[in-house]
């Protein structure tokens, strides 16, 4: 008989007064998934915001630094209990719901329902199934702020797939990954002391803030060992009916755990929502839906099977298709909310104008921008840029998260080469980097081979390549770009997005939007994150004065 699927994670330990507490709040205390149930929607978030930086699980987190904080933890909950009642709000709230689906059958009756869920232990190729869907929020584990060096369950932080687990590669697999997660633990040390040498601590900082933003570089240097296969906890909040649709591809996904893994996920949202839930698993219903999504999948990847050649050499980021006549088409929409005249007429009324006319239609639309959350409105979505880009994992898994673009992205492999950061040959460690990845990629060939490239993608590093492309329009790259160049981003999306706005400017010819894209900032920096963790503990001292003085 299979061994049980929630078997197969680490379970966390609680003493018996712990376990009482928290079944109050969680939906189970043993499984990677759980709901959060009975607490305020302000509980939930901090949470969830909380727990992006924190190696701790979530039910960790909440006994350690939410229960017993009498101004975000205990009084709040209490104050919910007393009101409510256990579960009384969660019951009210699901007979609602029931009610309504049944009476109106609309799908749209889905996006009225909502949870909370802890999805831990999941691999990085997971993760990046379940944040794919656009409407939902996501929060995931940083590999940017914290060490993978240290075991879980006495083991390092990587799954076995199932399709491996118990064959003869398993323990070649486990000796490869162990490699990996053994050369980033002896290389934080190494790293952190030439980091602390090169940026010696300023007067001004403290020695936290100092740590933190060393703690960043050295974690942005050491991702790249990390193979897919590493553990990561991910915070979701979706409707229904983002959960649904999430719930119909996790069933139809060609990975082992994908599919276990929704099956857990399905049965702790039927806790919380489960009037919305009654198709996934339908045969007629659900089922049908998931195997046309299957279908789909294997004939596209069979037709694919006959295109492949070796692909040509090109740039890290190449700007493949745009609009030469984009700004005019910005500039007639921009006047289209304000105008009476048909949108064609409209075009032909902005294309006869001079270039000087259209610029300042432009630049009254766009405004005085005071900061890079003031961005243009609508109209900048008239016109997009795709961008292929041929980057390492650490740099797509940061990139893939800006859900309002398309992007997709190829099957991990090891045929594009792996980048390595400055600070390992300066440190004369590119030997043990080189052999560790080295090693992986043996695994890589050898996974191919036995289990096809599906499989094989868990024994990816992040260091190596994957080619992906973003289709974005004008709108969306001013968050994008202004984001993602920030100071305090990692050295080398930072360099991807600054690529791409130079396209913009010089190859698209669109100067008017690149140049208004004031926040994008093409500097070089040492500790990036210095100015943000210098900011960040300045708010600490702030609120601690501020409930120092209010007692």
């Not at 191919?448 to 993608?457: D, E, L, S, W």
């Amino acid at each position: 008989m299979a061994e049980p699927v929630a078997n197969r994670y680490h379970a966390e330990e609680f003493t018996a007064p712990e376990r009482a507490v928290l079944a109050r709040h969680f939906t189970n205390l043993d499984a990677p998934v759980f709901a959060i149930v009975h607490l305020p929607e302000v509980v939930k978030g901090a949470l969830f915001a909380r727990y992006s930086r924190s190696a701790k699980s979530l039910r960790r987190l909440f006994l350690d630094e939410f229960l017993g904080n009498p101004d975000q933890g205990v009084a709040a909950i209490a104050e919910h209990l007393e009101t409510q009642g256990p579960g009384a709000s969660v019951r009210r709230a699901v007979e609602l719901y029931d009610r309504m689906f049944m009476d109106y059958g609309d799908d749209s009756v889905a996006q009225l329902g909502g949870a909370h869920v802890a999805c831990e232990q999941a691999s990085n190729l997971l993760t990046k199934v379940l944040e794919r869907g656009r409407l939902a929020a996501y929060l995931e584990q940083s590999t940017r702020y914290i060490f993978f060096d240290k075991p879980l369950g006495g083991a390092y932080r990587y799954t076995v797939p199932p399709e491996v687990a118990g064959t003869a590669l398993e323990e070649r697999y486990r000796t490869a990954l162990d490699g990996l997660f053994d050369t980033y633990r002896d290389l934080v040390p190494r790293l952190t002391e030439f980091y602390e040498g090169l940026y010696p601590r300023a007067a001004q900082d403290s020695e936290t803030v100092w740590r933190a933003s060393l703690r960043a570089r050295v974690c942005d240097d050491l991702r790249g060992l990390l193979p897919a296969a590493t553990l990561s906890n991910v915070g979701i909040y979706a409707s229904a009916q983002a959960y649904e649709a999430l719930l119909l591809r996790m069933r139809a996904h060609r990975l082992a755990e994908v599919r276990d893994y929704g099956d857990l996920l399905l049965a702790e949202l039927r806790q919380v929502i489960p009037a919305f839930l009654k198709r996934v698993d339908l045969p007629e219903r659900g089922g049908r839906w998931s195997a046309y999504f299957s279908q789909i999948d294997e004939q596209m990847e069979a037709l694919a099977a006959g295109l492949q050649e070796p692909p040509p050499a090109r740039p890290e980021v190449a700007l493949v298709e745009w609009n030469p006549d984009g700004e005019t088409e910005l500039a007639a929409a921009a006047l289209y909310a304000y105008s009476d005249l048909p949108d064609d007429h409209l075009h032909e009324r902005v294309r006869a104008m001079s270039d000087e006319e259209r610029r300042r239609i432009l630049l009254t639309y766009i405004g005085e921008r005071e900061n890079r959350r003031h961005k243009p409105g609508r109209a900048f979505e008239q016109t997009s840029y795709r961008f292929d880009v041929l980057a390492s994992y650490s740099v797509f898994r940061d990139l893939q998260r800006h859900r309002l673009l398309t992007v997709e992205w190829q099957k991990l492999s090891t045929a594009h080469g792996y980048d390595t950061p400055e600070a390992i040959d300066a440190i004369g460690a590119r030997a043990p980097w080189d052999a560790a990845l080295r090693r992986a990629a043996d695994l890589h060939a050898d996974l191919h081979a036995g289990y096809g490239p599906q499989v094989a993608q868990y024994a990816v590093p992040f260091a190596y390549r994957v080619r992906f492309y973003f289709h974005l329009n004008a709108r969306e790259a001013f968050h994008l770009l202004e984001l993602r160049t920030q100071r305090g981003g990692d050295p080398a999306y930072r360099r991807i997005c600054q690529e791409m706005h130079r396209l913009i400017r010089d190859e698209a010819g669109h100067r008017i939007v690149a140049d208004a894209m004031r926040f994008v900032d093409h500097a070089d920096y040492g500790l990036g994150r210095l100015d943000a963790e210098r900011r960040s503990a300045e708010k600490r001292s702030a609120a601690e004065a501020g409930l120092t003085a209010g007692r």
